[in-house]
């Protein structure tokens, strides 16, 4: 059998030991539903404390560090803050220093990285799993918690294309699967994802905020929005569920997002594309990060926008 046509064979709960790294909001469903559906599932998390929660309510198994999961596995799935964080738990500290998969992973291992990374950076991570046969594919997510929870998160695919449809039974479970291109385009298209998102929601945030003070009900605006062209998940999905209730409880924090605009625009860059909404959105949110502090819910960047 040749190497494209070993790739091209569908992974299955019998031939696969998963590793999966970061047991979080996000994390802890997105496994639960790996478990759910068969596959033998080994997790790891810094937090001792939520390797063994997920393990007394879901099953599978805890790893106590990363060089035993690594030697365990033969597919590690990553869902951790950012790309830096991934690249110290694959490769260690300078010079390898410290826990890391690296050190006990075998040839031949594939790497999911399903966290909100750099894309320039994992391509570089790429290039440097080449030589010890380390196979790397990126595939972050979209719809939250709440997607998490459901199993109807959008999974977006960059890499080899044979290999991702490998791997479409392990990443089936957690959501719906868009390949869209080679490694580091996952990570691309989400952060783009989340600059339109990001910039939707400011626009209707500053919308409401002028309606409110012109005298129309922030309601009835969202209402209208909704009705009309300006419509957008913010304000479909947002506004009367975590904001005009004042809730701010949606889950995901407003320095995340400020994080991947910031990425969103080092693609633009690294693609040569002035992207002058772009950077003025990132300039509104960081404004907002330091005003309203990068652990507040993301709906809080009205708070920053004026008075509701």
């Not at 198994?61 to 590690?76: C, K, M, P, W």
């Not at 949606?250 to 910031?262: E, I, R, T």
């Not at 693609?271 to 949110?285: D, K, Q």
Request: aromatic share 4%; hydrophobic share 45%.
């Amino acid at each position: 059998m040749t190497q494209a046509e070993k790739k091209a064979v569908a992974l299955s709960p019998a031939t696969a030991k998963v590793g999966f790294v970061g047991i979080g909001n996000m994390g802890e469903p997105m496994a639960s539903h790996l478990i759910k559906a068969g596959w033998i599932v080994q997790v790891y998390d810094s937090d001792t404390g939520k390797t063994r929660k997920f393990v007394a309510t879901h099953g599978g198994g805890g790893a106590a560090s990363l060089a035993e999961l690594g030697r365990h596995s033969n597919v590690i799935i990553t869902m951790l803050p950012d790309g830096h964080v991934v690249r110290q738990v694959v490769l260690g500290g300078t010079g390898g220093a410290g826990d890391c998969l690296a050190k006990s992973m075998a040839q031949g291992t594939v790497i999911i990285d399903m966290s909100s990374s750099s894309p320039v950076g994992t391509r570089a991570l790429g290039k440097e799993l080449v030589a010890p046969g380390i196979s790397l594919l990126d595939a972050p997510v979209s719809g939250g918690v709440k997607g998490a929870v459901a199993g109807s998160l959008a999974i977006m695919i960059g890499g080899d294309e044979e290999l991702a449809k490998r791997f479409d039974p392990l990443l089936a479970p957690m959501g719906r699967r868009f390949y869209v291109g080679s490694l580091g385009s996952g990570h691309a298209a989400k952060v783009l994802n989340n600059y339109v998102s990001a910039a939707g929601l400011a626009a209707a945030g500053e919308a409401v905020i002028i309606a409110r003070r012109f005298g129309i009900d922030a309601q009835t605006l969202i209402n209208v929005i909704n009705a009309s062209t300006g419509r957008n998940n913010s304000t479909e999905n947002k506004f009367a569920q975590f904001i005009l209730n004042k809730k701010f409880n949606s889950g995901f924090a407003l320095g995340l997002m400020a994080k991947d605009l910031v990425l969103a625009m080092e693609v633009a860059e690294a693609c040569a594309v002035p992207a002058e909404l772009g950077h003025a959105t990132l300039r509104l949110w960081k404004a907002a990060e330091a005003e309203v502090g990068g652990k507040a819910d993301h709906t809080e960047i009205v708070k920053h926008l004026g008075d509701l």
